[in-house]
């Protein structure tokens, strides 16, 4: 393969492509729908609000009646009463409640004898500044009940999330502008770079270009292009909706890897419509099921399609560019997220060469 | 006005050793079809050479198997000394093709079309505007294709054909839609390129460029060979009464001064006699011999004209 070739080809086609308005329209549709969504949600605030669950009967009511005169106007708690431990640790699991303070009958007076017994508290993996805030506060809650300093033994438990609310994490205006950028690789892949080749197909440019360069390098600049587009066109969102990246080589990767895992079969549909007008039509409907498991990725949804949404380049991509917009993984499966890409990418391109093989070109 | 005629020997001043062409048994089977069946002929370099035939005779396809862009199903051949399987890409640096579609980039300009397929092929950047001059375009080239008409189209078609320099040029239905005036510029090219040692395989449905341009000529029917000669050979060749084969009398189309046109064979001592008396008179205009042209030739070869139409054209076929 030649790279003098590749790239002659390369630069006609981002110079050519631009100038067709599908293509453009392509573009600038899901940047233009991510700088909505980033106007019309506003910047997330730390939540001021933190929800409580006290576990236990006549200790814990007292406990549950004092935390809020602690809190004072610091923030809106809200305490909730829960007589079953395990009740209480599946509410903070499934990002009902914050924290969950167990209180076994008989604390108060074991803290009162100045015996310092151990205090269970349960945080979620969710819990805001402000609930974080409210487990600090507990054990000086109950020494002001019980007049100990220290009263209790703190035991802080971290629960795992039965499903994480990446929503809640990131906030309605981050996790739509993501699922924005999804959407731009998205339409690139699989409308915008086949639209290109379809349009050399239909026109028979591209027997020009075969008959002046290899095959194997045509293709090349093609699938270039849809990741050239790709990045610019997700640099140009991030850049018009200042999304903080926390971690940019972990976002760059989930970007490149879905693009690739995409870009295959984007020109296999090339050569499947042989039309660039034909493409531009109906290949939204294609679109639309590849687009969906990014919109469900960290949403409850049923265990078989978190299992599918998982399966797909768009899913797994949501996910890897959720993690890199976070200081910490909330996903984490990075591995399995490149498998994913790495499949979908080889079994595209394999596709797009039995394809090619079949049509003798 | 005189029209140039190709000489019957191509010049071969110039010329490389080794160039040309060279077909032998060459076929190609798609499915159930024979497009190609066994066809053999050598084109020597700097010779025009016409391939002739319906649509769907086989031209395109040996064409595409001549450039590399299909592999044939049996047989062989060469371009510019080059097997065009097994020495694909230094066959297809020696050659070009100008394509009977306008596939040009509409939305670039004439200079980025042309220079685009130089940097593709490794032509120095003074080569693009060389040919710009060449061809005729090199004020609208700064100009998107878009905005050509069909015979700067063609032209810059051409421009892109020749912008490596090649040692074999295939031109495929070169002046379809150009008007008169386009079409003798682009024939006078090919001469120029013929006389410079450029070989050139034509496929053409019109006779009468294929009779002024071509040393020799193949005709195609079904995906065979059923004639191939030098266009006067085979006009001769049908013209002849007695030539095996021969398919009409020697004749002449004479017209008088009362505007009656007459038709007199010229073997025929009766219609001699007739000739005779009317130039005696002086009332003859014009004297025009009848024989037979290309397409005549061609109709008696292949049993039907080559406008006759098909359900589906090669071209369909092969894509």
Redesign the interface.
């Given at each position: 393969m030649s790279l003098?070739?590749i790239w002659?080809?390369l630069r006609?086609d981002l110079?050519?492509a631009i100038?067709?308005g599908r293509v453009l329209a392509i573009i600038i549709v899901p940047i233009a729908l991510g700088v909505l969504y980033s106007v019309i949600y506003p910047d997330e605030e730390p939540r001021p609000t933190a929800t409580v669950v006290v576990v236990g009967s006549a200790d814990a009511g007292r406990v549950a009646q004092q935390l809020p005169r602690d809190v004072r106007q610091a923030l809106d708690l809200t305490v909730k009463r829960q007589a079953d431990e395990r009740q209480a640790r599946k509410q903070v699991e499934d990002d009902d409640a914050d924290v969950a303070v167990v209180i076994p009958d008989g604390l108060l007076g074991e803290a009162r004898a100045g015996r310092a017994p151990p205090l269970r508290i349960l945080v979620g993996p969710q819990a805001s500044p402000a609930a974080r805030a409210v487990v600090e506060l507990v054990p000086g809650t109950i020494g002001r009940l019980t007049d100990r300093a220290p009263a209790v033994t703190a035991d802080v438990q971290a629960v795992q999330a039965t499903s994480p609310s990446v929503i809640d994490e990131l906030g309605l205006r981050r996790y739509f502008v993501l699922a924005a950028i999804v959407m731009v690789i998205g339409f690139i892949a699989l409308l915008a770079t086949p639209i290109v080749l379809a349009e050399e197909i239909e026109?028979?440019?591209i027997?020009?270009?075969?008959?002046?360069?290899r095959g194997s390098e045509v293709l090349t600049a093609k699938a270039l292009v849809g990741v050239v587009y790709s990045a610019v066109a997700t640099a140009i969102t991030l850049a018009l909706t200042r999304v903080p990246i926390e971690r940019p080589g972990l976002f760059v990767l989930g970007v490149l890897g879905t693009i690739v895992s995409l870009v295959g079969f984007g020109l296999v549909l090339a050569y499947l419509f042989r039309s660039a007008d034909k493409l531009n039509t109906w290949g939204w409907v294609l679109l639309m099921p590849i687009l969906v498991p990014a919109f469900i990725v960290g949403v409850p949804v049923p265990d078989w399609l978190d299992v599918v949404a998982q399966a797909t380049p768009t899913g797994q991509g949501m996910r890897t560019m959720v993690d890199g917009s976070l200081p910490a993984d909330v996903f984490g499966g990075l591995g399995v997220a490149l498998a994913v890409f790495a499949v979908w990418g080889v079994v595209g391109f394999l596709v797009l060469s039995r394809v090619l093989q079949r049509r003798?070109s | 006005m005189s029209v140039p005629r190709p000489a019957e020997s191509p010049p071969t001043a110039g010329a490389p050793p080794g160039a040309g062409v060279v077909v032998d048994d060459l076929s190609k089977r798609y499915g159930d079809v024979e497009a190609v069946r066994g066809i053999s002929f050598s084109v020597q370099a700097g010779e025009v050479f016409g391939l002739l035939g319906h649509n769907g005779a086989g031209k395109t396809t040996t064409i595409r198997m001549l450039?590399?862009?299909?592999?044939p199903s049996g047989g062989s051949a060469t371009v510019g000394g080059h097997d065009i399987v097994r020495e694909r890409d230094r066959a297809?640096a020696l050659l070009?093709?100008v394509?009977e579609?306008q596939?040009?980039?509409?939305?670039?300009s004439g200079r980025?079309n042309l220079a685009?397929?130089g940097?593709?092929?490794?032509a120095p950047k003074a080569r693009t505007d060389e040919l710009l001059e060449r061809v005729g375009i090199a004020s609208a080239a700064k100009r998107k294709v878009k905005t050509y008409s069909t015979g700067m189209k063609q032209r810059l078609l051409l421009a892109?054909g020749l912008i490596?320099d090649p040692q074999v040029l295939f031109l495929d239905e070169p002046t379809r839609g150009l008007d008169p005036v386009s079409a003798r510029n682009l024939r006078e090219i090919v001469r120029e390129l013929s006389a410079a040692g450029t070989t050139i395989v034509l496929t053409t449905h019109d006779m009468v460029e294929a009779d002024e341009l071509c040393h020799r000529v193949a005709f195609l029917s079904e995906g065979r060979i059923v004639a191939l000669d030098t266009p006067r050979e085979l006009k001769l060749r049908l013209g002849d009464g007695d030539a095996p084969g021969a398919t009409r009398p020697r004749r002449a189309r004479v017209l008088l001064d009362d505007r009656t046109e007459h038709v007199v064979a010229l073997d025929d001592p009766q219609d001699d006699e007739r000739l005779s008396g009317w130039l005696r008179e002086g009332r003859v205009l014009t004297v025009h011999s009848d024989e037979p042209s290309l397409a005549d030739v061609f109709v008696a070869l292949a049993g039907r004209s080559l406008d006759a139409d098909d359900t589906t054209t090669e071209t369909e076929a092969t894509r």
């Open positions: 003098a070739r002659a080809i006609k110079v050519d100038r067709d026109k028979r440019t027997e020009a270009l075969l008959l002046a360069a003798g | 450039t590399g862009r299909t592999p297809r070009n093709l394509f579609d596939n040009l980039y509409e939305r670039l980025d685009l397929f940097e593709l092929y490794g892109r490596n």
